[in-house]
């Protein structure tokens, strides 16, 4: 499997961006999804799951209400929404393929995953 990130960008605080995801290979629909992030001088963190089937959804507690993880399994694609962006969602943000096919629970760790992306810079100014 093969992830290829892409949608970030520069944006003020309060903004919106939507970063995207786009899988190679057969297996993508058997695999959950994710997104983490990394900022500077900081380890990679989780911020949100996305089960198999799409049915499933589990975010970090920072970017409840704010973020929403979707997927379209006939296209290959997982997406983050991102809305009222703040500062310190400053990261550089990579998908992530689950290790396992048909998975269960939140997958809230970077040993679940075995693919990832390259990573899309996100930078939001005060």
């Known amino acids: 499997v093969q992830l290829q990130a892409s949608g970030g960008g520069l944006v003020q605080a309060g903004g919106s961006l939507r970063l995207s995801c786009t899988a190679s290979?057969?297996?993508?629909?058997?695999?959950?999804m994710a997104w983490f992030r990394q900022a500077a001088g900081k380890e990679r963190e989780f911020v949100a799951h996305?089960?198999?089937?799409?049915?499933?959804?589990y975010y970090t507690d920072s970017v409840k209400g704010r973020f929403t993880i979707s997927r379209d399994n006939t296209r290959n694609t997982v997406d983050l929404q991102m809305n009222s962006l703040k500062p310190e969602d400053t990261a550089i943000y990579y998908c992530?393929?689950?290790?396992?096919?048909?998975?269960?629970?939140?997958?809230?760790?970077?040993?679940?995953?075995?693919?990832w992306g390259q990573g899309t810079q996100v930078t939001v100014s005060s």
């Open positions: 992530a393929a689950d290790v396992l096919y048909y998975s269960s629970g939140a997958r809230d760790k970077t040993g679940s995953y075995a693919y």
């Open positions: 290979g057969r297996t993508f629909g058997r695999q959950a």
């Open positions: 996305i089960s198999w089937s799409g049915e499933t959804t």
